[in-house]
């Protein structure tokens, strides 16, 4: 369990440092440092997949895509929505965006939430319902205000629960799965990095963007690993609990990139933030709940 601990908030750790030193990747911007993201990422993501023993999975998927057109097009669409966060998750800082960005990532497990009630008619319990109506009201007031929410808030909470709702339908939320969609967005990638002579240009004026781009992709590749272990080895309830711990890293990296939240977003803030407290507490609860029965 120690070990399944620390690899989560590894994983959380990680995925935050790359939010924050996202700026120093300048003068790349958000395209090129998706693509150089993608390309630096999937030789040692191979690595992992490799020594875990995955490959014929790999295989076996190629194959279902080659027999399956519809079911190739649906891992095509699942890449696409993927390349879309990895992209955002980069610029955002980037363009001073850091902020809405982590409220997306606040929102996202009571998203999920409502999907997995409304999609696979799973059951909410009372704590979970209250936290989504306090989402509600911080979503509302931002609408109220401001006349929508963030788009990029919305793409992060509803993109990313299309992406997982996708996965599951199609059996590819593993490892695996997570490679095919990395090698499906290589053309993408090469198309971001080489679309201009100009990209080149900045590695020759800029020696220390060849080992930001390398460390940049050890990072995300040791940070999926690491999660992957901390998915298999603690308890579901555990392991959803300690996922608020990446959004909280990250509201703090977009603070400590100076942005800030503002008095009159504070009515949009603080209900999200309790919504996340509630589901915490009842994360909580469930564990033990699940210990006593464990041992009784």
Known sequence: MITGLLASLGASVL???????????????????FGWRVLSMLPFTTLIVLSRGQWSCVRSMFERARQDLLWGLALCASAALLGVQLWLFLWAPLQGRAMPVSLGYFLLPLVM?????????????????????LAALGVGHEVLRTGAMSWETWLVAIGYTIYFVLRRKLGTDHLAGHWIDLMLLVPAALWF???????????????????????????????????????????????????????????????LLGERIRDEQWPTYLPIFAAVGVLVIDGIARIRSGARHATS
């Open 113 to 133: 939430g409502v999907a997995s009630r409304s999609l696979f008619h799973e059951r909410l319990s009372r704590m979970q319902w209250l936290a989504v109506g």
């Open 15 to 33: 995925f935050a440092a790359m939010y924050y030193l996202a700026p120093r990747l300048a003068p790349l911007d958000g395209e090129q440092i």
């Open 193 to 255: 990095v080489l679309r201009t002579p100009a990209s080149t240009l900045f590695f020759a004026s800029t020696p220390h963007l060849w080992s930001m781009v390398a460390a940049l992709g050890v990072v995300s590749a040791v940070a999926l690993a690491l999660y992957m272990m901390a998915s298999r080895l603690l308890a579901l309830g555990l392991f959803g609990l300690l996922s608020y711990v990446e959004p909280m890293l990250l509201a703090l990296a977009a603070l």
